[in-house]
Nanobody, 115 residues
């Protein structure tokens, strides 16, 4: 059973930084890709960034240059460093993991950016 647990969300002022963590209950080495999605109130869930097993990244235009994804295979953890945060980044952030068969999701962590 794959479990993903996010942490690191919170309240921050515009221009500030947060680092989200996603700890997996299994080795992340075999996942095709892992990523971060977000869902703001009244909006659909959207891709923030994805990283493949080969280390190839794909960022949403809205966060490129401000957010950085990284993975630590030894700790089975994926991180999302978020800098220069804006009020429009406010959302619930979800971790995802794709193992060629299905996509797993974490429970989400709230990020709120005040203006």
């Amino acid at each position: 059973q794959v479990q993903l647990v996010e942490s690191g969300g919170g309240l921050v002022q515009a221009g500030g930084s947060l680092r989200l963590s996603c700890a997996a209950s299994v080795s992340i080495f075999g996942f095709k890709a892992m990523g971060w999605y977000r869902q703001a109130p009244g909006k659909q869930r959207e891709l923030v960034v994805q990283i493949t097993s080969a280390g190839i990244t794909d960022y949403a235009d809205s966060v490129a240059g401000r957010f950085t994804i990284s993975r630590d295979n030894a700790k089975n953890t994926v991180y999302l460093q978020m800098d220069s945060l804006k009020p429009e980044d406010t959302a619930v952030y979800y971790c995802s993991a794709d193992n060629f068969v299905r996509t797993y999701w974490g429970q989400g962590t709230q990020v709120t950016v005040s203006s």
